[in-house]
């Protein structure tokens, strides 16, 4: 480049940046004003939306955002509004993804609704840290109508109230079952029914499997092995929640057994289990209602069934139950209006409400579950009556942790590495450690 | 003419510099100093710590095998990403019919979200699944559960995953290179008698130093990070088979939410990749201008 271009192009830059600065600089007056008429009228409107009227407004957040139940959630907010005028409800949408991350973020900078929603397994570390409001007096009146305190309890206070809860049953394949050579009405009635019934299946194809059992899929295998372990009698923890129980006889021959069952099933994810059984490639599944669900819209022509789980001898079942829970926050300024609310989602009414649009087996409400509703539609009274001998996880602050040891150990038997006895021996060991932090 | 004063350009520069300083560099201080602490995101005490959080990491055989996997990933997935999408890059910088179209068909898969990407994988690893049946067609005899359910091959089955997405991005980036370079040299050489590995081996590759360079350092850094494809399609499992240093971090900080252990472990794999690519700088830059 010559000397003159490069004084040209210099030049032409100074034009261009000229032009620039004066259009970013000398803005019309007009869209000055415009701009700031609009900034204006945003922070009204936030200012109002704070301090409407002086009617209490409480903070909600839940996770029915799905279109079949979302509508029912807001009439039941709209009805809660007209019969208790003083009160507003705003709801928050959250979704199963980010939704926990939110709350625990909301909740540790002090702020967060005044009514939270909480999956059964999020409580403990809620509760335990001191976010939640103890809710014990007020509700002690409650106690005998509703089912499931435990998840909601720590240190025998109670920090939150069942709603929707659920548990996992046998779902079967009468097919397969018929053409392994059991009757129309078999449901396996203990564990050597169903592992025989399970091998029985196991034959009829290269591509036919007995039960499905899950894989190493995180906080999802555990959940499958409890129903076994409690059936026959076990506990992870003692009652104190000071040992761990995993190496005593009753453990270790729960898992002993699940290990064998696995061997003529099929070992897969959950969601690809599910699938599988829509296929009719498998023989038992244990599932939540969500499969009643998803059997009706993608395979109603499936024959199948639903049983109680089954433990080690007749009328011995047990399952692992979990479900959704409304808490208070401990920060909130309005915790008899939240418990007003709380009260209102939870009346037997309105959770057979909401059984009935979202296909719900259980609900906490113990005059709901005996409702006609739930012996009217087929499997629902399985459901009903599987959720009593149904049991959630330890409340224990450190809980993740001591899963993630469980979780390992089962890991450890099913792949081969150890033998059930040592796998949970060294679980007990690891749980144990946690538990004397 | 009459221009804006100095503190007006700040001002338009600002946005950034502000992004900058809250949501990097401020993050990226403090996080070393709860990695100094046992904050936990509900606790309401906190204490110093000191360098307990390192000390517990070294010895924690989780992080152990996360790292470990990390190293696995990088070292076995880079020398097939850069060769083969050299190699595509060489194949595509020749003139030939619907050549545009296997350019965009080799980039697809890098511009195609990661979790729909893994989710396919997924399908395909799993028994039943295409890949499933083409290895057992081939006489392979893969797992019975599927690829990713086997501690062995869960963490090779990502990597193969992760190669054959990431190839068509690094192929670009080659093309890119290759036709910056004159060709002139090629007439030079062809003058001079040169073969075409000769042309290669002393006209394109060492005129593609700066873009291998690069190419490796990136990719070093991003296989470190993975994290989007064990989240979707392991979780880590089975038996931490395929556990990252990434994923550590993940499972420590945001499902345990004990910052002060996942923002110590986040640092020690902070150093690891930075001590990495100042290696690779001075490694290939010396021996390459030799």
Redesign the interface.
Known sequence: MTKHSILKADHQV?VY??IR?RA??CLPMKRTLLLFTLVAAMLTLVSCGRNRSTATTIQWWQFWTDTGIKPTIQDMVREFEATHPHIKVELVDLTWAEGH?KI??A??SGSGPDVVELGSDWIS??SS???LSDMTLAVDSNRKDFLMWEPGMYKSQIYSFPWILGTRVLFMNRDLLFRAGFGPDFSPADWNELLNASQQIRKLGS?IYGFGSN?????RLYKKFLPFLWANGGEILSAEGTSCLLDAPPAVAALEYYIELCKSG????QR?LEDAFLDGKVGFVISGDWLLKRIEQEKPQLPFATGLIPGPRPNSTASFAGGEYLAINAASTHKEAALELIRFICSPENQLRFCRVNRTANPSSVKAASDSLFRSQPHFDTFIRQMEKSKSTPVHPRW??IEAELE?GI??AL?G?KTPREALTEAKTKIEALLAQ | ?R??GKG?GWL?FSPWILTFLLFWLFPLIYSFVLSLTDYR????ETHSLGLANYGKLLSDPDFQSALKNSFIFVFGTIPFTTVISLGMALLLNNRFRGRSFFRAAYFMPSITAMVVMALIFSNLY???GYLYLLAQMAGLNPP???FL?S?KTALPAIMAMDIWIASGYYMLLFLGGLQSIPLELYEASRIAGASRWQQFRYVTLPLLKPMTLFIIVINSIKSFQVFTEIFVMT?????NATLTGVYFVYENG????DFGYASAAAYIVFVIIAVASALQFKFLKTEWTA
């Open positions: 100074k940046l000229d600065c970013i600089y991350d625990a973020i909740f540790s570390e809620f840290s001191g976010h591509d894989a190493a899929e995180k906080h099929l070992t897969d994810t690809r993740v942790y390992k890991e450890n792949y590495d | 003419m221009y804006p007006r338009l995101l509900l606790s309401t799993s028994r039943g019975a559960n599927g359910l501690q979780k880590g499992g089975p038996l945001l499902r345990r939410f």
